[in-house]
């Protein structure tokens, strides 16, 4: 084999923490480890506390393939149960989300349910007494649910620690930006984009990129202040990323020096990775938090919000919004960007063209070092029983024990 080919086909002459096999991306029998071993262990960001405001206010997701429904039940609690009818598995609700009058009823046949998943009503009742059912031995099935820092978190493994301590250090980050003042959305929108949500994950998670962005080359690796922050490396693969200055004026956008969110100095720029599939990401006036649900492989819904204060005036509001969307909305300068990076990678990866990604960048955590993505990596495969860099030799059932026991996959 020509010596450039082989250099192509081998794995990179690297420490195998330092690369994946890109085949985790395109796989499906990875995708399906990913979706059990993983989302359906892990707790999953639904939305904010304040989208839920009222009794009957409901919100829909995927955990691990499943469907899941959330809502806010008579007592002011947020409960969430399987979006599924235990006659015969209809689903109970089929918006996204919006508010019930009365309960759930179920398009199929009718049965009624309250907002605890106890059931109301069982059409023509009379038809089941010969068999003794009754209402009282059907009901939804709950799903774990949890509240932190305004953020809604549900799991669909019943025995999951609970969401403090699945968070860890990582909690006092939150607890400093996002608890001390109630938080309200003021952007929402949804994409379905051709890539695999871990292409996302990445993207998110490595500043290395800003060298694409000219808006991130003027407003931060132009500046020398920017490469003296660090990253903050927390258990379950949590990363933060700690504050420092951008300087927006000399990109031609007003400074970020007034009506700061909390905790964070004027001009400043930090990012929250909270592990799985989480971005918080805080751009002094405005928060920005992603995240995502693997649909297939190469297919992932992600959802973006925009979040201001609950107390903000009218002037503030317009302000956030404002900067919001200079940098991340739809048309923003940065987003577009960053999904055509993340499909074209994808349609190379998917066809073979791409076998291998390279994680090698050691710059004492400085925003640059890819010490971040080697660490996600080492819990992913944790998690999913495969070897980063190599999915052939996970599927070898010694290997994958030996993954399940030890605390990392380093070798
Ligand atoms: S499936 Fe729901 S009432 Fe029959
Ligand atoms: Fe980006």
Same mark, same amino acid.
């Given at each position: 084999?020509?010596?450039?080919?082989?250099?192509?086909?081998?794995?990179?002459?690297?420490?195998?923490?330092?690369?994946?096999?890109?085949?985790?991306?395109?796989?499906?029998?990875? *995708?399906?480890?990913?979706? $059990?071993?993983?989302?359906?262990?892990?707790?999953?960001?639904?939305?904010?506390?304040? &989208?839920?405001? &009222?009794?009957?206010?409901?919100?829909?997701?995927?955990?691990? =393939?499943?469907?899941?429904?959330?809502?806010?039940?008579?007592?002011?609690?947020?409960?969430?149960?399987?979006? @599924?009818?235990?006659?015969?598995?209809?689903? !109970?609700?089929? %918006?996204?989300?919006?508010?019930?009058?009365?309960? *759930?009823?179920?398009?199929?046949? !009718?049965?009624?349910?309250?907002?605890?998943?106890?059931?109301?009503?069982? /059409?023509?009742?009379?038809?089941?007494?010969?068999?003794?059912?009754?209402?009282?031995?059907?009901? !939804?099935?709950?799903?774990? @649910?949890?509240?932190?820092?305004?953020?809604?978190?549900?799991?669909?493994?019943?025995?999951?620690?609970?969401?403090?301590?699945?968070?860890?250090?990582?909690? %006092?980050?939150?607890?400093?930006?996002?608890?001390?003042?109630?938080?309200?959305? *003021?952007?929402?929108?949804?994409?379905?984009?051709?890539?695999?949500?871990?292409?996302?994950? #990445?993207?998110?998670?490595?500043?290395?990129? #800003?060298?694409?962005?000219?808006?991130?080359?003027? @407003?931060?690796?132009?500046?020398?202040?920017?490469?003296?922050?660090?990253?903050?490396?927390?258990?379950?693969?949590?990363?933060?990323?700690?504050?420092?200055?951008?300087?927006?004026?000399?990109? =031609?956008?007003? =400074?970020?020096?007034?009506?700061?969110?909390?905790?964070?100095?004027?001009?400043? +720029?930090?990012?929250?990775?909270?592990?799985? #599939?989480?971005?918080?990401?805080? $751009?002094?006036?405005?928060?920005?938090? #992603? /995240?995502?649900?693997? +649909?297939?492989?190469?297919?992932?819904?992600?959802?973006?919000?925009?979040?201001?204060?609950?107390?903000?005036?009218?002037?503030?509001?317009?302000?956030?919004?404002?900067?919001?969307?200079?940098?991340?909305?739809?048309?923003?300068?940065? !987003?577009?960007?960053?999904?055509?990076?993340?499909?074209?990678?994808?349609?190379?990866?998917?066809?073979?063209?791409?076998?291998?990604?390279?994680?090698?960048?050691?710059?004492?955590?400085?925003?640059?070092?890819?010490?971040?993505?080697?660490?996600?990596?080492?819990?992913?495969?944790?998690?999913?029983?495969?070897?980063?860099? %190599?999915?052939?030799?996970?599927?070898?059932?010694?290997?994958?024990?030996?993954?399940?026991?030890?605390? @990392?996959?380093?070798?």
């Amino acid at each position: 084999m020509n010596d450039l080919v082989r250099r192509w086909e081998e794995p990179p002459d690297l420490p195998t923490t330092h690369f994946l096999d890109n085949r985790i991306h395109t796989d499906w029998d990875v *995708f399906r480890a990913e979706q $059990r071993k993983l989302f359906g262990d892990c707790w999953k960001f639904l939305c904010l506390e304040t &989208e839920l405001s &009222e009794p009957g206010d409901y919100r829909v997701s995927e955990v691990g =393939g499943f469907p899941v429904i959330t809502v806010r039940a008579e007592d002011g609690a947020l409960r969430s149960f399987f979006n @599924t009818c235990p006659h015969r598995g209809a689903p !109970l609700v089929r %918006d996204e989300h919006g508010r019930l009058k009365r309960g *759930f009823q179920c398009m199929y046949h !009718l049965w009624t349910f309250d907002l605890d998943g106890q059931c109301t009503s069982i /059409s023509r009742v009379e038809g089941y007494k010969a068999a003794g059912l009754t209402k009282e031995k059907v009901g !939804l099935r709950p799903v774990r @649910t949890a509240v932190t820092c305004g953020l809604v978190f549900v799991s669909i493994n019943d025995d999951i620690e609970p969401i403090e301590d699945f968070l860890g250090p990582m909690h %006092d980050h939150m607890k400093k930006h996002l608890a001390a003042e109630e938080l309200e959305v *003021f952007h929402y929108h949804r994409a379905e984009v051709r890539t695999n949500w871990k292409l996302w994950v #990445d993207n998110n998670s490595e500043i290395y990129h #800003d060298l694409m962005h000219v808006l991130n080359r003027k @407003t931060g690796v132009a500046h020398p202040e920017y490469h003296e922050r660090r990253w903050r490396l927390y258990p379950n693969s949590h990363n933060v990323i700690l504050e420092g200055p951008m300087n927006y004026v000399s990109a =031609g956008l007003d =400074g970020r020096a007034e009506h700061t969110m909390p905790g964070i100095s004027s001009n400043g +720029m930090m990012i929250m990775e909270v592990f799985p #599939d989480v971005m918080i990401n805080i $751009r002094a006036t405005a928060i920005r938090i #992603d /995240s995502i649900t693997p +649909m297939e492989p190469g297919l992932s819904l992600i959802e973006y919000r925009g979040i201001g204060l609950k107390s903000d005036s009218a002037d503030v509001r317009e302000m956030r919004v404002r900067h919001h969307n200079q940098i991340w909305g739809p048309a923003g300068r940065n !987003l577009p960007e960053d999904i055509a990076c993340v499909e074209a990678q994808w349609r190379n990866m998917s066809v073979g063209a791409s076998r291998y990604s390279i994680f090698a960048r050691e710059e004492e955590l400085r925003p640059h070092d890819d010490s971040n993505l080697r660490a996600y990596y080492q819990e992913w495969g944790r998690r999913v029983g495969y070897w980063p860099h %190599d999915i052939e030799a996970s599927r070898q059932p010694e290997i994958v024990a030996a993954a399940a026991m030890g605390p @990392t996959l380093s070798s």
